[in-house]
Structures are given as C-alpha cells and as structure tokens.
C-alpha cells in the first residue's frame, strides 16, 4: 500500500506541477492579450488625433478655398459694374471697344416710331412691324441727308438703316443709324 500511496502522491505532484505550468502559461497568455490590447487602444487613440487633425486642416482649407472665391466674386462683380458704367457713359477706355469689338454687328432697316436723346424704337416690316428698341450712347453715327445730327432730331416716320449689338445685359446698343433719302421726311417723294 506504501507503493500504491507513494504513486498517488507521485501522480498528485506530477498534477499540480503541470497545473502551475498550465496556470503560468495562462497568465502569460493573459499577459500578452492585455499588453495587445493596450497597444491597440493606443493605436486608436493616435488614429483619432490623425484624423481630428485631417479635419481641421480640411477645414482650414475649405475656409481659405471660401474666402478666395468670395474675392474672386468681388473682383468680378466690380469689372462687372465698371464695364456697364463704361457701357452706359458711353466709355472711353479701351476695355469697353474691345469688348464690343467681339460681339456681331446686327444690321435692320425700318420707320422710326419714336426717338430721344438716349433711345430709340424701330418699326421692323422684315420682322412683322415689330418694335424694336435700342440703346444710345455718345459714340452712335447718326446721319440724315448725309449729315451728322443728334438722334433726338430724328422723327417718326423717318425710314432709317441701323446697325447694333447686343451688349452683355441683353439690350440692343445702337452704333450707327442713318435716314434713308426717300423718307417720310420727303413727302412728295416716291419710296424705294
């Protein structure tokens, strides 16, 4: 019975020897999943402030992107207005015949419906006796009898030859105009 007590024992110590080592191995195990898991959240914790800064630069840029648009569109607006003042004063710089200077010279020819100093309207019969009206500055030509008058001289009735162009706001901005000889202003004489 010694014999079979002292294998007993020998078994129980061999248990608890493999049991520690068993025991050690989970704790170190343990060890290392909780060192891992430290150094993931750490990980993380840089991955956000990576991102927070990524944000903030973003930020700064789309900011910066936003104030340089709003100059731009300052900028842009002001050429804008300066070149309508151009336009409408009549303009004389550079910019504004230059301008002009790419846009299509319209020609027509019609009776004229009423005239002023800075307007003038044109009945079409090419166009179904539509009523056009242009614009007038300093610079228009006009001619009658071979001479230069002002528009406002012009009356109903006169049939006239014009040329325009169409300016950036859509309105028609008369160049030049010139009384036909056998006009309304001709009573007696017969129309061409």
Do not use: W
């Amino acid at each position: 019975m010694r014999k079979l007590m002292m294998a007993v024992m020998a078994v129980a110590g061999l248990g608890l020897t493999v049991g520690c080592q068993d025991r050690n191995k989970v704790q170190r195990e343990q060890e290392d999943v909780a060192a891992a898991q430290r150094d993931v959240a750490q990980e993380h914790q840089e991955a956000n402030k990576e991102v927070a800064e990524a944000r903030q630069d973003s930020a700064e840029n789309v900011n910066e992107a936003q104030k340089d648009l709003a100059e731009e569109q300052r900028e842009l607006a002001a050429a804008q207005n300066e070149q309508m003042s151009e336009q409408a004063t009549g303009g004389s710089g550079t910019t504004t015949k230059d301008t002009m200077a790419n846009v299509k010279l319209e020609k027509v020819e019609g009776t004229i419906q009423s005239a002023s100093a800075n307007t003038i309207a044109i009945i079409v019969p090419d166009k179904n006796n539509q009523v056009m009206r242009f614009q007038a500055n300093q610079q228009v030509q006009v001619m009658k009898d071979d001479k230069p008058v002002a528009l406002k001289d012009l009356k109903a009735g006169d049939e006239v030859r014009a040329s325009y162009q169409m300016d950036p706001n859509g309105q028609m901005l008369l160049k030049s105009i010139e009384v036909e000889k056998m006009s309304a202003q001709h009573p007696g004489a017969p129309k061409k």
